[in-house]
């Protein structure tokens, strides 16, 4: 699944060639990719007509356009990519890819934006705007059906002491602790590993059992490893995740826990390891993680 930085490229994409332009009509291909829209797809596309795109934002994993109607009113389109969702501009003409289940057209008559999901779990889906309940209010709001979601350590809202705070109560395996999007938005399986074999933690380690300076510290690098793998367009395994303009992240170059069991760790030279978690899996050095003695 896409984590922060795969889609802080999209946003920034959708920022350069969809911002500022109005859209003449939309289509939905299935009732699917609008389940979270009640009226349903047709009802969707109509609302959508001749809004204007007036932001790209995002929050964590989240992302929302910033429209608004001819009658002024500012909603947000909220965009889940799911495993595999691709937001592309393309010409219209272009040839229509397999599994694409939304169009955009609009009034300039310039490219189309089309997202394609081939594994479906994706979708959009119109919310209401309302204040930013984090410390630092956005200019255009959050989605309400998103506001449980917390601040992620790249944007402005981002309080590390507080997140610290919350992980120091936490009696559970850091690792799930970071994935918690309540608790701190953005880091998935592939960000988390690196932020722990960085941290040279055990993901199984209890949050609770970590001192105020090592959470601080894993947190630090769970933004610096984000942070490079957004200067290098992502992570990307397959031709799932792409760009806008359908370019492929290489940040995979660059892991040295995640997705290598049996190499050697770039640290110590153990072989990487390969565990199970959450329906998952864990990556992890041996030695450089020791993994945290049973309670008695």
Partial sequence: MPELPEVEVVRRGLADHV??????????????????????PVDLAARLTDNTVEAAERRGKYLWLVLTAPDGHRQ?????LGMSG????EPADAPREKHLHATFDFHDEGP????????????MALADLVPDPASVPRPWGVPSTITHIAPD?????????????????????????????????GVGNIYADEALWRAQVHG??????????????????????????LGEGGTSFDALYVNVNGASGYFDRSLAAYGQEGRPCPRCGTPI???AFMNRSSYS????????????
């Fill in 204 to 229: 199984e380690r209890e949050a609770a059992s970590l001192t105020r300076p090592a959470l601080g510290r894993l947190l630090e690098h769970a933004r610096d490893v984000m942070t490079e793998a």
């Fill in 86 to 89: 691709q937001l592309l501009v």
């Fill in 112 to 123: 189309q934006l089309r997202f394609v999901d081939q594994r479906t779990f994706g979708g």
């Fill in 153 to 185: 350590p790249l944007e402005p809202a981002w309080d590390q002491g507080a997140v610290v705070a919350r992980l120091k109560a936490r009696h559970t395996g850091v690792k799930r602790a970071l994935l918690d999007q309540g608790l701190v938005s």
């Fill in 76 to 80: 947000g389109l909220i965009v889940h």
């Fill in 285 to 296: 050095c041996p030695r450089c993680q020791p993994r945290p003695r049973p309670r008695r």
């Fill in 19 to 40: 911002v500022g332009r109005r859209i003449d009509s939309a289509a939905f291909l299935g009732a699917r990719v609008a389940r979270r829209h009640l009226p349903g």
């Fill in 273 to 275: 390891r390969r565990e």
